[in-house]
Every structure is written in C-alpha cells, then in structure tokens.
C-alpha cells in the first residue's frame, strides 16, 4: 500500500502561526485610500496595513518619514520610492512578503 503525499501546503513552525483574529470594518472611501497606499508600496492591502500598524505599535510613526526624506534628497531619488524600498525591506526582514 503506498502513501500517497499530503496536499496542501506546509504546516507553518509554531513561531510563525497566527492564532489572532482581527476584524476591522472600513468604509468605502477609507478602504480606496488603504488599497491606493498598498499599491504604491507595492503590498497587498492585508501585508501593508499589518506592516503599518506594526510600525505604529512599536511607538514609530509611519508617517514620520523624515530620515527616509533626507536619504531621498542625498541620493537624489524619489521620497515614495525610498519609502516604498523601506517598507519592502522590512517586511522581508519580517518573513511577511
């Protein structure tokens, strides 16, 4: 008798589970602005607003992108580029993308 292999994807290690629950009801405009900012950061809106509130959870303002602009200006590059860059890096530090 063979076994046949499981289907499905693998089960995640006990530190990357997430057993929380969190629903949040938006209104429509609120829900447009959270999509067009996700996909300026290049993040669907779940990863991004996660990332956000991660931010904000640790004392961090988001929108305090101060440093990030004086790097834009030293390298002459775009403020929501350098922004969007960060974002993306931290959430790969983060295993979330």
């Known amino acids: 008798m063979s076994t046949k292999p499981k289907r ?6 006990e ?19 959270y999509e067009t900012a996700a996909t300026a950061a290049g993040q669907p809106v779940r990863t991004w607003l996660r990332a956000i509130a991660d931010l904000a959870s640790r004392g961090v303002d988001p929108s305090d992108a101060s440093p990030l602009r004086a790097h834009a200006r ?15 890096e931290y959430l790969e530090r983060r295993g979330v993308c």
């Open 8 to 13: 499905g994807r693998p089960k995640l290690p």
């Open 74 to 88: 030293a390298t002459s590059q775009d403020p929501s580029a350098v922004l969007r860059a960060a974002i993306r």
């Open 15 to 33: 530190s990357d589970k997430r057993g929380e629950v969190l629903d949040v009801r938006v209104n429509e405009a609120e829900m447009a602005r």
